[in-house]
């Protein structure tokens, strides 16, 4: 059976074999893959030569206690369907990434991140326990207690160390899921870096927006939205059906440098020239492009690529502006350009993309080898930084930059299923264990 499942970048569409969970066990080496909801945006969620066990059939909630804020869930759930439980109950995600159509084991097994990771990291902090099934049969609780080595490396194994069947999360009570929300636009980058370590110093949530067509004196502008739950922020609306769609692709990108710089330029002028403060709706905070569906369509039939960086702290400045400069000097123009800054909260997972300093989002239509090359030149960029890219973001980066980025893959790999593979890792991972086999003497993990 197979189904069109394709990833959010849409680069490479096809119909994909699926499976049921149940043709886990006794499977085939490297024939298989849990699969979401298809919100990765490269192929970390594809194996082309193989199968996707389709995770989202059958997924419910399976309790949650308003008391103590502790919910459990299958993995299949979408973060959606969390959200509308818990929200009348006065709890929120601790940490949720920029769409709520993710699901449960999607945000484990990605580790993602929100606008908070300055103050509570990453996703993976806030999941107390989970049951991982293995392709030889056994089920395996892993939590920091038990388990542990195997609890760290499913944190943000995209999915490569067994199948997540369910697991048991820590909400956050809030007095509101609303936002109070203070805005303003800065002229240049310089106003960002200016104004971020007392901002987040001060709210729960930042988050920059920038114009990446701006040039000279210009380059860099854009509007900085920092957030808070409202003290009193009234009732929050469940996640609503999307208002608005984009029922098919269009012929052409119609994000492209021409319609991008009026966009950029009404943007940037509706944002407020001092700071201003107000209540905003939790979802068009946090998931503002959930209201359009299939926005991703907008790029064209070829579909887009999203880079994503993180490099360190001390040479944010230098780095943002050589990346923003890098893709003006390649004509390319991006529609989601995001700039926030990662804290130095620990996250237990082994492969987790976030780390101290910066991260950048481009996101670009596909127009061929052009755009390929300026991705390469992007990554030269963050490897001189010291940087690295985020492989659930990721369509094509090479092994040099996947080896520099987690240079500790090899211990996911030792502790990797036999039976699960993924397009990414065959491209990144095994391209380097083919180079440089692994020594006789690597872990393993026992599963019980």
């Not at 699926?18 to 990765?40: E, I, K, Y």
């Not at 606008?115 to 030889?136: A, C, E, Q």
């Not at 957030?227 to 608005?244: I, M, T, V, W």
């Not at 500790?408 to 095994?430: I, K, Y």
Request: charged content about 20%; some cysteine.
């Amino acid at each position: 059976m197979s189904a069109q499942h394709n990833s959010w970048g849409r680069v490479t569409r096809r119909h994909r074999g699926t499976a049921n969970l149940t043709d886990l066990a006794g499977s085939q080496a490297d024939g298989l893959l849990p699969f979401g909801n298809g919100r990765s945006y490269g192929d970390s969620c594809h194996n082309d030569r193989g199968r996707l066990i389709t995770m989202r059939p059958g997924a419910a909630i399976r309790a949650f206690d308003p008391e103590t804020g502790v919910l459990t869930a299958d993995a299949g759930v979408l973060l959606s369907d969390i959200l509308a439980l818990v929200m009348p109950q006065g709890y929120f995600l601790e940490v949720t990434p920029g769409t709520a159509q993710v699901t449960l084991g999607g945000a484990i097994a990605n580790d993602v991140h929100g606008k908070n990771h300055h103050r509570r990291g990453t996703f993976g902090r806030s999941v107390l326990s989970f049951t991982l099934l293995s392709s030889d049969g056994s089920r395996t609780l892993c939590s920091t207690s038990d388990n542990h080595s195997l609890f760290a490396a499913t944190i943000g194994g995209m999915g490569l160390t067994g199948v997540i069947e369910a697991a048991t999360i820590r909400l956050m009570p809030v007095p509101s899921a609303n936002v109070r929300q203070t805005a303003f636009r800065f002229t240049s980058i310089d106003g960002y870096f200016d104004a971020i370590d007392e901002i987040d110093a001060r709210h729960e949530y930042s988050v920059a927006w920038i114009d990446q067509l701006a040039r000279g004196g210009s380059l860099g502008r854009g509007a900085l939205m920092a957030g808070d739950h409202a003290e009193h922020g009234g009732p929050a609306r469940a996640p609503s059906a999307p208002r608005l769609a984009v029922p098919f692709s269009p012929p052409v990108n119609l994000l492209n440098r021409l319609t991008l710089k009026a966009f950029n330029a009404l943007y940037y002028a509706r944002a407020p020239k001092t700071p201003e403060t107000a209540i905003v709706p939790w979802a068009s905070y946090f998931h503002p492009l959930d209201a359009i569906t299939g926005w991703n369509r907008l790029y064209g039939p070829r579909g887009l690529f999203q880079h994503q960086s993180v490099y360190p702290l001390e040479a944010g400045r230098e780095t943002t502006i050589a990346l923003i400069e890098c893709a003006q000097a390649h004509g390319a123009a991006s529609f989601l350009t995001v700039l926030k800054r990662f804290g130095d909260v620990p996250s237990p997972g082994l492969l987790s993309f976030p780390r101290p300093g910066f991260t950048l989002t481009l996101d670009f239509a596909n127009s061929g080898d052009g755009t390929l090359k300026m991705l390469n030149a992007l990554d030269a960029i963050v490897l001189k930084a010291g940087g690295a890219l985020n492989p659930y973001k990721d369509q094509r980066m090479g092994s040099e930059m996947f080896a520099a980025s987690f240079p500790n893959w090899r211990e996911l790999e030792a502790m990797r299923d036999p039976a699960l593979m993924s397009d990414l890792w065959r491209r990144t991972a095994m391209a380097l264990e083919r180079d440089q086999p692994a020594t006789s003497g690597m872990p393993t993990v026992a599963r019980h």
